[in-house]
């Protein structure tokens, strides 16, 4: 199977489904004949044109009031924040109009529109663009919340959120974009809520997401020199959240360790943690653990971004510590 970077295989969904839907179009700053910050839209003002490449002023509330509207109405638009740090302008669009406009229609009006933008610590990018925030929108009832990890993962779930009649986040590591892997051509699509086991294991089971996911893999590799087996989770989708694949793989190795970028309080392992403990108590020969990034913005200085957030070895011995319990 041909290769692409995580970036290409995502303008590849894009590009597919523009072709064959006139009603979809983007907006965003610097996403027309720049191609974006990211190059998520390179070579889509040329093919497309000004009417389905839309740049626009920095005015982020207004952009998604007016998508909002033209979704309503029977577009398609895509949302391109660049940093997804941008989307907090519009929290009022998002929260009260756009998530919860299905259920206020009756579901008579229906509201096929992405939200993408990069997310994630790295790159000395500084706290107003090294955000991650899907825990507080995976919180809110009509928004689908979608973290691809692997470049057919980002093809796929790209897919099926262009082809979907509900308002979609699609977040994107930054530090993942360049990442090179097998991307099946023409059609594919991946439904949410079907997480993807990326290791077998025996001995415990890791839930990780995005870039820490890269790290968790590395420290897994790492561990079976000593003879321990980890299996390795990666949801794809935060809401919905694939908790049978996750208690199943519980039911297996009797321990859970959720590995998060982001901040711990009221976060995603904070979620699967509770839905574990609810639901699959018995399976546990341990109490879940949970390794988050620091509580803290994100610093500008290099170094103390990179002590922020877990690495590889922080990976390894939160695994050691979890199988000493």
Known sequence: MRELTYTAAAREALTEE??????????????????????????LYERFGPMRLCD???????FVGMCTGAAMT???????????????????????????MQYMSSGRLK?????????????????????NYYPIFAHLPGIRVVLPYTPA?????????????????????????????????????IPFGQANILREGKDITVV?????????????EQLAKDGI??????????????????????????????VDETFAPCGIGAEIAAQMMEDGFDDLDAPVKRLNGAHTPVPYSPPLEA???????????????????
Request: include cysteine; charged fraction near 25%; proline fraction near 6%.
């Open 18 to 43: 523009m072709e064959k839907d006139p009603s979809i179009f983007v907006v965003g700053e610097g996403i027309g004949p720049r191609g974006g910050n990211f190059n998520t839209t390179a070579g």
């Open 56 to 62: 626009t002023p920095i005015a982020e509330r207004g």
């Open 74 to 100: 029977g577009s398609r638009p895509v949302v391109d924040f660049m940093f997804f740090d941008f989307i907090l302008d519009s929290m009022g669009e998002l929260i009260n109009q756009l998530a919860k």
């Open 111 to 131: 509201m096929p529109m992405v939200l993408r933008g990069c997310i994630g610590v790295g790159g000395a990018s500084a706290t107003h663009h090294s955000g």
């Open 153 to 189: 993962d980002a093809k796929g779930l790209f897919k099926t959120a262009l082809q979907g009649d509900d308002p979609v986040l699609f977040l994107e590591h930054k530090s993942l974009l360049n990442m090179k892997g097998p991307v099946p051509e023409g059609e594919f699509k």
């Open 208 to 220: 990780s997401l995005c870039l820490m996911l890269k790290r968790t893999l590395d420290a897994a």
């Open 229 to 258: 087996s980890v299996e390795v989770i990666d949801p794809r989708t935060v809401n919905p959240l694939d908790m049978t694949m996750i208690r199943e793989s519980v039911r297996k190795t009797g321990r859970l360790l959720v």
């Open 307 to 325: 002590a922020v957030v877990p690495d590889q070895k922080k990976i390894e011995q939160a695994i050691r510590d979890l199988l000493a319990e």
